[in-house]
């Protein structure tokens, strides 16, 4: 299994006493979207925060491309952790919280990294940026503060940042569960188009609609393992274990729930 | 009664102690702002010497009177064979006085920006460095001008020990003209309008300088309110 696009191989991470992830392994090839759910603490997000090493785990191994991400068993000389910051470039991630950088206006944001990190000329970085924003219907607010911006377009903001270093893989930490219900649209949208285009992406989310419209492979983690694994509309609909089960009936009741209120 | 004529006689003699307070200061400053800013990244350093060393500089400078350091520096450095006249070393103590103080509000600053900041910019590949002078400083800057000002108001008042080391600045010069004149009310009223009028200057530009900083970036409210639910979600 060399010719992987993602390699994840055997990830342990503890936080105190809980697992948040037990022995986690994914392989991910090229074009692939896959998506992740699982109930709060399940290690989700810590699987997405160690695939760019931003969360180091404490064993396991990261490949990308053929080539070592970060190994637990190495530790992280100078020139590894260069390289790793060459990785992280190339794995574009965005937070739940958005995390767009208040000081810059929303230009400067796509701008920065392109001139720090890919070291592009600042007229380069700027038509990249332009283009970018453009693609995800930011092209009206470049001069705009992100304190000035609605939750909807701060995301976006932060795709097109992400995208602007021209990512290889996507990695999207629950991209619109901070958001007003009416903005979640505008994200779904921009990430659809995404999908479309082929990028390679793993989706933390809440949106099982999306997940099974747009997943390639579902994951649902659970105790910081990985429970159930597989085409997104058969495990929503013909779950296996009791623990997905639990899982999807807590969501259709929430979900109920708030429709009886509205 | 008030004698006008002292303040006609020997107001240049106390400009000019006015003077060589502000050159004081400025020098002082100008050192203690950078060595407040490494040091308060020194002590947040993963090499272990460097943090060590940034945080014993920083306690002995915060834990100890200042009167003290100042005679520390004055007496004890000759011994060593570093003979500097009484205004290096009155630059030089105040400069180590305002950094430990600066270090740690620049520190405190630094700790105020959400955390997802610095997550954001090292995942889109900035080294530690980069992040701080791209995405961290930046932010900690509109935060640090208040207390920062506070710790400058603070150092040009301290400066007046030095004239207890013999460095000609206003006080030293105000001792000076009231030991002729011994007219001491006249004389200090002077020497506390002039302090109270460069603190004064000093206030006011910073804090034209925080309103055009904040006038930029037209902050509301909830940019910053928003990445503490990120820090749960990302502690857990």
Partial sequence: ?262 | MLEYQIFFDYTPMLLLGFWLTIKIVVCAIALGIPLGLFLALGRRSKFLIVSFLSTSFIEVFRNTPFIIQVFLFYYVLPFYGLKLSAEYVGVLALAAFGGAYFAEIIRAGIDAVPKGQLESARAIGMTDWQAMRNVILPQTLSIVIPPLTNQTLTLIKESAILSTITVHELTMTGLMVQGETFRPFEVFIMVALLYWALNETVATLMRKFEQSIKKKRNPTSDSNSSSTVEKSEGTK
């Fill in chain 1, 1 to 262: 299994m060399t010719s992987n696009f993602l390699e994840i191989k055997g990830l342990h991470k503890r936080f105190g006493n809980i697992a948040a992830l037990n022995n986690v392994s994914l392989n991910v090839s090229k074009g692939e979207v896959i998506f992740v759910i699982g109930p709060s603490g399940c290690g989700k997000s810590t699987l997405l925060r160690a695939v760019n090493w931003l969360t180091p785990p404490d064993k396991g191994e990261v490949w990308l491309e053929g080539e070592l991400v970060g190994s637990s068993s190495s530790k992280l000389t100078i020139k590894q952790s260069q390289l790793l910051n060459g990785f992280r470039a190339r794995m574009g991630m965005v937070f739940q919280q958005f995390n767009v950088w208040p000081h810059l206006n929303v230009l400067e944001n796509v701008v920065r990294a392109q001139l720090v990190v890919a070291k592009r000329k600042r007229a380069d970085a700027e038509s990249t940026a332009l283009k970018i924003l453009d693609q995800v219907g930011l092209q009206n607010k470049i001069d705009e503060w992100p304190d000035h911006l609605s939750g909807g377009q701060k995301q976006r903001l932060a795709i097109a940042r992400a995208l602007a270093m021209d990512p290889t893989l996507m990695l999207l930490d629950e991209p619109t569960s901070a958001l007003d219900p009416e903005l979640i649209g505008e994200v779904l949208t921009v990430l659809k188009r995404l999908v479309n285009n082929g990028m390679t992406m793993l989706i933390v989310t809440h949106e099982l609609g999306f997940a099974s419209e747009f997943g390639d492979r579902l994951l649902f983690m659970d105790g910081g393992e990985v429970i159930e694994e597989g085409p997104p509309k058969k495990i929503l609909t013909m779950p296996k274990t009791k623990r997905l089960k639990m899982f999807l009936e807590k969501l259709d009741v929430t979900s109920f729930k708030k429709e009886e209120k509205l």
